[in-house]
């Protein structure tokens, strides 16, 4: 039996775990590194023990100091989660040397599935299909195809190549970024199939010769060759689904795997499926199978590293539709780069449970309010998994929860995951790998640029609220009411792209909404307002809309528009309001009325977008470049960020080495644009 178990990984796996633990009565240990110090998996953990250090590698990848952790803590078995130790052979050899019980799949099956080239011929053997398969990129005549990392997986070291002069450059960049997420840089090429599903089954396998197909998930949703949305049962057809699950089976025997599995595969259109690779833990997306299984994956986990047998041995009944998003820290305004900062506030409507199989509307976060993301790990935050009885009413369910939800201080990608769930694609369940690719339009924010303006008012106005009602004797006077009607109101807000926004407003005597106003772009706050103009650009459609101010509080503000009212909640942390309205939500900074100088940046300085490490310098100090050359990488959160030229001209300046470590803002190069001749 187990005792006690320490999770050797953090964030949300690790709080998944120590979730079933509890339910079991076992005692739970975690370890951290200093920058997860105040994590919240440490907190619910029954013993911490600090690994000294902040990055993977100084930490949860130091296999000897987290076998020190469980001497020291009485540990009597671990668990790997995913990611870091999770599929390292070694690993799992040396926790059970050390006479613990390794909750996992035997370190010979590790091994085994770890070099995917070599699980490519052990699995044809066992008449599992593969695609077309190269290590030499010489050999290569027909394009497209995949380089692949041949450790670990998570999209790292992926790169699609379609034309035979960026094979060198894809096939090296691969190679850098697989080194520094799992240590090995190997890499192999595969032909790419378009239009292709990745569909995957889930295997669970006892020490006493059971193998069975607990179901299969559709994980086609991915950007950056990540799984984005997951979800289970996949949409196809019972003669595909029974041999997925029979290859999937063969799959696990071949290797007389143990435990939690699972085997991908890429559906072609002509419903030939093809294998991928095999993933030897937990998967991210085990939620998905749980819903609708109505079976606790971590305690089957522990149960067979008992030696229990598995309570199943047949593919269990399906229950309804489950759907799965990643809530992931990244800027929409700059590209999708992960993003950093504090967490004021995490809020999802509606949440039924968290880290167990459940009905309605799950939550598996690795944060909380408050928690700091950093530059240091994965960028995922959360994954927020929906339950019904049919796929329609999950995808809506899950969307619409999604839409309400408050993240507050951490750009996410949020808006672009509802409007995938509410694309006419998804919703058909015609979507493949290169859904995003084909529909750029899913990236757009969700809050039209025309509702804005209404945003920003609203945050004026409960900004003047909370100033009202902190005025002591002044408190019974209107909100921004001015005894000289000629002059208004006037904020000023940078907006989430950078961007600046005013907005002017007065109030009447009774507290009334008497005019208002807003103008992006602009610079200054000089002069009256009046109520043509930009206001216009609020106007729903086409026309300036009529609004009537029902409520200011310093969190609420409720609007009618044109005779509709409108609900906006309000989040002010310091000089950052965050707006959460019936059309999407939206941040921005409140600009002081009289700021101070600041220094003037050299034109064409290129700037990190988000702290880092310069992993390389291509371009040296008085070279000619043209617009879209590759200056240098930023390596952050595991992935390469190029930085390119934007426009023909000579470096002029390039103030940090390879190897530098930058915050965000820092200057990495100046380019002096060409002139123009004429």
């Not at 799959?251 to 259109?269: I, K």
């Not at 309570?311 to 800027?331: K, S, W, Y």
């Not at 926004?501 to 200054?524: C, F, K, M, N």
Request: aromatic fraction near 6%; charge should be negative.
């Amino acid at each position: 039996m187990i005792n006690r178990l320490l999770v050797a990984n953090r964030g949300e796996i690790a709080r998944r775990v120590f979730a079933t633990c509890r339910a079991l009565g076992v005692e739970t240990v975690a370890v951290h590194s200093d920058a997860d110090a105040d994590a919240p998996f440490v907190a619910e953990a029954d013993h911490a023990v600090r690994l000294p250090g902040n990055t993977p590698a100084e930490t949860y990848l130091r296999i000897e100091q987290i076998l020190d952790a469980a001497r020291r803590t009485g540990a009597d078995a671990v668990h790997p989660g995913y990611g870091f130790l999770a599929e390292n052979a070694e690993f799992a050899a040396a926790v059970t040397d050390a006479g613990l019980t390794w909750v996992g799949p035997p370190a010979k099956a590790i091994a085994a599935m770890g070099d995917k080239m070599e699980a490519k011929a052990l699995l044809a053997e066992a008449g599992v299909p593969m695609l077309p398969t190269w290590t030499d990129p010489d050999q290569i005549t027909d394009f497209p195809v995949l380089v692949k990392a041949s450790a670990g997986g998570g999209g790292r070291g992926m790169r699609v190549v379609r034309d035979a002069a960026d094979l060198a450059e894809a096939v090296a960049s691969a190679r850098r970024e697989a080194a520094a997420a799992f240590g090995d840089g190997t890499v192999f090429i595969e032909r790419y199939v378009e239009r292709g599903r990745h569909v995957e089954v889930q295997i669970f396998g006892d020490t006493h010769g059971t193998m069975v197909a607990l179901g299969e998930r559709d994980c086609s949703i991915q950007r950056r060759h990540q799984k984005i949305v997951e979800e289970a049962p996949a949409v196809v057809g019972p003669q595909v689904r029974q041999r997925l699950h029979e290859a999937a089976v063969a799959a696990g025997r071949a290797v007389d795997y143990v435990g939690a599995g699972t085997v991908e595969f890429l559906l072609a259109p002509t419903a030939e499926f093809y294998f991928l690779e095999m993933n030897t833990r937990l998967q991210v997306e085990h939620p998905v199978t749980e819903a609708v299984t109505g079976l606790d994956l971590v305690r089957l986990q522990l149960l067979v590293a008992e030696g229990e047998p598995l309570p199943v041995a047949a593919t269990p009944p399906v229950d309804g539709h489950a759907i799965e998003v990643r809530l992931c820290a990244e800027d929409p305004a700059q590209g999708f780069r992960p993003a950093t900062g504090t967490l004021h506030r995490f809020a999802v409507p509606g949440v039924t449970g968290a880290f167990a199989p459940t009905k309605g509307l799950r939550l598996d976060s690795g944060v909380t309010d408050g928690s700091t993301v950093g530059v240091h790990y994965d960028s995922m935050l959360a994954k927020l998994v929906a339950w019904a009885p049919t796929r329609a009413e999950a995808v809506r369910a899950l969307a619409g929860a999604l839409a309400r939800a408050q993240f507050h201080g951490v750009a996410t990608n949020r808006d672009l995951l509802v409007r995938v769930l509410r694309s006419a694609e998804f919703a058909a369940a015609e979507a493949d790998t290169g859904f995003l690719d084909r529909h750029p339009e899913v990236f757009a924010p969700l809050l039209p640029a025309d509702r804005s303006p209404l945003a920003a008012l609203a945050a004026a106005l409960a900004s003047a609220a909370a100033r009202r009602a902190a005025a002591g004797v002044l408190a019974g006077l209107p909100s921004g009411w001015r005894n000289v009607p000629a002059f208004p109101q006037v904020t000023r807000y940078a907006g989430p792209d950078g961007g600046e926004i005013e907005v002017r407003y007065r109030l009447d005597r009774a507290g009334a909404l008497a005019q208002w106003h807003t103008d992006p772009g602009v610079t200054s706050a000089d002069g009256p307002s009046t109520e043509a103009g930009p206001a216009a650009e609020a106007g729903l459609a086409g026309q300036p809309p009529t609004v009537a101010l029902v409520e200011a509080r310093p969190d609420r503000v409720v609007l009618e528009v044109d005779g509709v009212r409108r609900a906006f909640r309000v989040h002010r942390v310091g000089s950052a309001v965050f707006v959460d309205g019936p059309d999407g939500a939206t941040s921005l900074i409140e600009l002081p009325r009289f700021p101070l100088p600041t220094a003037e940046l050299a034109a064409g300085s290129l700037l990190a977008p988000l702290p880092g490490a310069v992993s390389r310098v291509h371009v040296a100090v008085g070279q000619r470049v043209a617009a879209g050359d590759l200056l240098l990488t930023l390596e952050a959160m595991k992935l390469e960020h190029p930085v390119l030229a934007p426009t023909d001209g000579v470096v002029a300046e390039l103030p940090v080495p390879a190897g530098g470590q930058v915050d965000t803002g820092a200057v990495l190069a100046v380019v002096n644009p060409e002139e123009d001749p004429r």
